[in-house]
T-cell receptor
């Protein structure tokens, strides 16, 4: 059972455009939702994270939108750059912080110059 | 801050041998570390949770006798793949949970294991 569903699987965006990646979850015990960026052969790097008590969080060009009632959250990358080309994973964790992360299947993002 | 290292970065071993992978939190203490496995072009799958000073907790379907985990200090966890087989070839990534603040998990750079 896939607990975090991520879409699209791949995405091509023109330089300067907005990249949008979506995730949905079912487990209402999740209370922490991070996004990770991964380059080939490297470990994931934490980009930005949100908790369900806020609907939006922005850090630089990255924004998370969170819809608790719909159990959905998304990552928006503004002014996308070729250096943003990577695989992006959404994840979720149950309350308390003791558990490991449940990851979405990933989105391969390509920013065309 | 929040740097996690892994050693080795890649390893090739023969079928039937054992391989140890180290995970260290360099600038913070981590009573909890996690081990993930990632096959090519796939997502990360949690294998086990490593707690300092106690036995690891394994996810369903992960053989605890094959993947031995030791978390002997607040900054070091090790994963030993015993009697490795070609199907164990994968990218193994650890993460460490920061005990302070909001419990973010920071990932190491990963270890590429190839079993021939």
């Amino acid at each position: 059972q896939q607990q975090v569903k991520q879409s699209p699987q791949s995405l091509i965006v023109q330089k300067g455009g907005i990249s949008i990646i979506n995730c949905a979850y079912e487990n209402t015990a999740f209370d922490y939702f991070p996004w990770y960026q991964q380059f080939p052969g490297k470990g994931p790097a934490l980009l930005i994270a949100i908790r369900p008590d806020v609907s939006e969080k922005k850090e630089g060009r990255f924004t998370i939108s969170f819809n608790k009632s719909a159990k959905q959250f998304s990552l928006h990358i503004m002014d996308s750059q070729p250096g943003d080309s990577a695989t992006y994973f959404c994840a979720a964790r149950e309350g308390g912080g003791a558990d490991g992360l449940t990851f979405g299947k990933g989105t391969h993002l390509i920013i065309q110059p | 801050g929040a740097v996690v290292s892994q050693h080795p970065s890649w390893v090739i071993c023969k079928s039937g041998t054992s391989v140890k992978i180290e995970c260290r939190s360099l600038d913070f203490q981590a009573t909890t570390m996690f081990w993930y496995r990632q096959f090519p072009k796939q997502s990360l799958m949690l294998m086990a949770t490593s707690n300092e000073g106690s036995k690891a907790t394994y996810e369903q379907g992960v053989e605890k006798d094959k993947f031995l985990i030791n978390h002997a200090s607040l900054t070091l966890s090790t994963l030993t793949v015993t009697s490795a087989h070609p199907e164990d070839s994968s990218f193994y990534i650890c993460s460490a949970r920061n005990q302070r603040g909001t419990y973010e998990q920071y990932f190491g750079p990963g270890t590429r294991l190839t079993v021939t």
